[in-house]
């Protein structure tokens, strides 16, 4: 076994087997720095060395065959990739690929908590490395998408603004679709044509509908009721259409609808007649065999 004292008078030692150093200082002068190399004489150096006097900060490197791949400041500052890190961990690709990643957690390939990637041509992902349960990507084209595992489901809490719009109001934070049923209120019945479906993105809601009454008995002969979503107070008219209709209760020359505001409720207008004005407001059209297709987009509240 060689001492750390055998080495003191001599540069360069040749030591084969195990050098034990109790208590290891590498010392320079002010402004220059140290080093320790590690070789197998075959495939090159690995080094991790110390500069006393880098600008703006002194720091460690690790290089392995000539290529510096970590750098730890004075400040704190850690870089994978970058010689010059700007902050706590400061990672970016090398090499052809143009790649870099970071892996968190887990145990075993495949398994990390955390998995992030970028590439030169502009992809990125971010999720479980394992089974992908949330992931980002991104590619040259305006694309992002996120998937978890394979139900394609994304979840913002504050919903989403553009253009750096902060305003709580103007956040887009709902979606989704589903199935309403139209009525007319009182003990009407229905036939099994009668459903509707929706639409709401934000707070606009479209929908459509086939009403088809049975016996209308005491149901309303003007509104539909039911509407998936209170309307908001707009002060204005918020119209649809009517696209088919049979065994209407009065004949018609113009039929037409719109939302109450703030209500779940539909109400038709139109004539009898040849008529420059709309004649009926609460258009009583709806009879024993009704059967009338409409569809309409509002604002909820």
């Known amino acids: 076994m060689t001492r750390a004292r055998d080495l003191a008078d001599s540069a360069d030692k040749d030591i084969a087997g195990t050098l034990a150093v109790d208590g290891l200082d590498i010392s320079v002068a002010a402004g220059g720095s140290s080093e320790m190399l590690f070789s197998d004489n075959v495939s090159g ?19 392995i065959a000539g290529s510096r791949y970590m750098t730890i400041e004075n400040g704190g500052n850690v870089g994978i990739g970058v010689s010059d890190p700007s902050q706590k961990l400061d990672l970016v690709g090398t090499g052809n690929s143009g790649t870099g990643s970071v892996r968190a957690g887990g145990v075993g ?34 694309m992002v ?46 036939t099994t044509v009668n459903h509707g479906r929706y639409t709401k993105i934000g707070n606009i809601v479209s929908l459509n509908f086939t009403l088809q009454v049975n016996v209308l008995g005491t149901g ?48 038709f207008v139109g004539n009898n007649s040849n008529t420059t004005t709309v004649s ?22």
């Open 45 to 63: 150096r690995a080094k991790i060395l110390y500069d006393h006097g880098a600008s703006p900060n002194e720091e460690m490197g690790f290089e």
């Open 109 to 142: 390939s495949g398994t990390q908590a955390a998995f992030i990637a970028q590439s030169q041509f502009g992809s990125a992902s971010f999720g479980t490395y394992g089974s992908y349960p949330a992931v980002l990507n991104s590619s040259n084209s305006p």
């Open 145 to 190: 998408y996120f998937n978890t595992n394979a139900s394609g489901r994304a979840v913002f809490a504050e919903g989403i603004t553009f253009n750096g719009d902060t305003a709580a109001a103007n956040a887009l934070n709902d979606y989704e679709f589903g199935t309403w049923n139209p009525s007319v209120g009182g003990n009407a019945t229905y």
């Open 220 to 267: 309303s002969t003007a509104t539909i009721s039911g509407l998936p979503f209170t309307s908001e107070n707009t002060g204005w008219i918020q119209t649809g259409c009517v696209s088919y209709y049979a065994g209407l209760a009065t004949s018609i020359n113009f039929i037409a609808l719109y939302v109450s505001n703030n209500s779940t409720q539909i109400n």
């Open 280 to 301: 009926h407001n609460g258009f009583g059209l709806i009879g024993n065999q009704t059967l009338i297709t409409c569809s309409v987009t509002y604002r909820a509240a």
